[in-house]
C-alpha cells in the first residue's frame, strides 16, 4: 500500500472541493457519529476532482489523506480487483467508509476467547456507507473485477492501525497486542478474552 501525498496546504480546500463541505476543525464540532456519518451520506461530490485524485497501484490498495483536522480525517481509498487491506482495527477511531465507485466485500471479526474469527461479511455496492466502530476490526476486499474506490472519513483522526496475524487460517486470527478501544456504542460489546 502506497499513500500518496497532497500538500498540506490544500487538505481543507481539497476536502471542501471534493465533498462540498468543510470537515470539523474541533472535536466539539462533532455533534455525534452519527452526525458525521449523515454529513458524509450526504456530500455532493466533485466527480472531476475526485477523477484527478484517483491512484491505482498493481502492487496493493492506495491510501491518500485528503484532509486532516484535530477532529477528523478523511481519506481516498483505490482498489483493484483482487486487492484487500490486512485484518485491522483503527486504534480506537470511528467513522464511516462510503463506496463512491464500485463493489468491496468488509469481513468483520469478532473475539472468540483469544482469537477472532470472522463474524459477519457484508457485500457494500456504489453508495453504501459502512460504519465502523472504534472497536471494528474487519478487513476489506474487492471481489469484483473492477476497480473501486472509496471515501473514508475517521473520528478523531486515527493515530495507527494493528494489524493481526493473518499468517494463521484465516477462519482464526492471533491478536499481536490487547486492545484498548473501548466501543461507546450500545448493544455490542467486545468478548472478554480467555485467560
Same mark, same amino acid.
Given at each position: 500500500m502506497r499513500?500518496?501525498?497532497i500538500d498540506q496546504r490544500e487538505h481543507g480546500a481539497v476536502a471542501q472541493a471534493l465533498l !462540498?463541505?468543510?470537515l470539523p476543525e474541533q472535536t466539539e464540532d462533532i455533534v455525534s457519529m452519527a452526525w458525521l456519518v449523515e454529513r458524509l451520506r450526504s456530500s455532493r461530490v466533485d466527480w472531476g476532482l475526485l =477523477?484527478?485524485?484517483v491512484r491505482?497501484?498493481?502492487s496493493g490498495y492506495t491510501r491518500q489523506t485528503i484532509a486532516r483536522t484535530t477532529a477528523c480525517e478523511l481519506l481516498l481509498v483505490s482498489w483493484l480487483p483482487g486487492q484487500a487491506s490486512r485484518v485491522h =482495527?483503527? !486504534?480506537g477511531s470511528g467513522g464511516a467508509s462510503w463506496l463512491v465507485r464500485g463493489m468491496l466485500?468488509?469481513?468483520r471479526f469478532a473475539w472468540a476467547g483469544d482469537r477472532l474469527v470472522p463474524e459477519v461479511i457484508v457485500g457494500a455496492n456504489e453508495g453504501d456507507l459502512l460504519v465502523e466502530f472504534p472497536d471494528t476490526i474487519h478487513r476489506i476486499d474487492n471481489a469484483s473485477?473492477? !476497480?473501486?474506490?472509496s471515501l473514508h472519513?475517521?473520528?478523531p483522526p486515527m493515530q495507527g492501525m494493528t494489524p493481526y496475524d493473518a499468517s494463521l487460517a484465516p477462519e482464526s486470527l492471533r491478536p499481536p497486542r490487547p486492545l484498548a478501544a473501548k466501543r461507546e456504542a450500545p448493544g455490542r460489546r467486545r468478548r472478554p478474552r480467555a485467560t
Open positions: 499513500e500518496p501525498i !462540498g463541505w468543510p =477523477d484527478k485524485l491505482f497501484e498493481p =482495527d483503527h !486504534g466485500r468488509e469481513t473485477r473492477h !476497480g473501486a474506490v472519513l475517521y473520528a
